[in-house]
T-cell receptor
Framework: KQEVTQIPAALSVPEGENLVLNCSFTDSAIYNLQWFRQDPGKGLTSLLLIQSSQREQTSGRLNASLDKSSGRSTLYIAASQPGDSATYLCAVDSNYQLIWGAGTKLIIKP | DADVTQTPRNRITKTGKRIMLECSQTKGHDRMYWYRQDPGLGLRLIYYSFDVKDINKGEISDGYSVSRQAQAKFSLSLESAIPNQTALYFC?????????????FGAGSRLTVL
């Protein structure tokens, strides 16, 4: 059974720092891995999708990597800003269903 | 207007009451989903529907039922609510032709069962 873990559960960093969020999964047979952002009262927003054949995807200050063999993905946020404060969730598309991590709550201190 | 609209956004009810959460979408997507989110846990799939005549149980369907009234509408019902169904509920949609399973989410419905 696929399991997805995100560590740490919460992270607080000063504005301007680069940071890395981690996501691990137990079964490497995945179709893709997705990163989402959750803001209170606003639902979830898709940030990046990495297909199983890809190693990374970039969007602006965000870069997501995927290492299927080790069951790991990272989300790199460059030059963090207070507006980046949110909960970040990763989800693995396994057998056409998304399996979700519990998320990392990120706080960027001004 | 939001692409995926959930009503109500917040609801407090008592044990044993029947509750319906509604979801409507303007995305034109054929697939719709209901998830619940609990603190410290990832989203868990309750039910999903790939078209109007297709309803499938997810990971945690016990105590819930759904109705796909039209391509744009997907309702979640709790026939007799219990306190451990207190959670944040999300409706999501996706398009089968998109290749990857990319979801668009509603803003969520927070349900409290006393």
């Amino acid at each position: 059974k696929q399991e997805v873990t995100q560590i740490p559960a919460a992270l607080s960093v000063p504005e301007g720092e680069n940071l890395v969020l981690n996501c691990s999964f137990t079964d490497s047979a995945i179709y893709n891995l997705q990163w989402f952002r959750q803001d209170p009262g606003k639902g979830l927003t898709s940030l990046l999708l990495i297909q199983s054949s890809q190693r990374e995807q970039t969007s602006g200050r965000l870069n997501a990597s995927l290492d299927k063999s080790s069951g790991r993905s990272t989300l790199y946020i460059a030059a963090s800003q207070p507006g980046d404060s949110a909960t970040y969730l990763c989800a693995v598309d396994s057998n056409y269903q998304l399996i979700w991590g519990a998320g990392t709550k990120l706080i960027i201190k001004p | 207007d939001a692409d995926v609209t959930q009503t109500p956004r917040n609801r407090i009810t008592k044990t044993g009451k029947r509750i319906m959460l509604e979801c409507s979408q303007t995305k034109g997507h054929d697939r719709m989903y209901w998830y619940r989110q609990d603190p410290g846990l990832g989203l868990r799939l309750i039910y999903y529907s790939f078209d109007v005549k297709d309803i499938n149980k997810g990971e945690i369907s016990d105590g819930y039922s759904v109705s796909r009234q039209a391509q744009a509408k997907f309702s979640l019902s709790l026939e007799s609510a219990i306190p451990n169904q207190t959670a944040l509920y999300f409706c999501a949609t996706s398009r089968s032709s998109s290749g990857a399973n990319v979801l668009t989410f509603g803003a969520g419905s927070r349900l409290t069962v006393l």
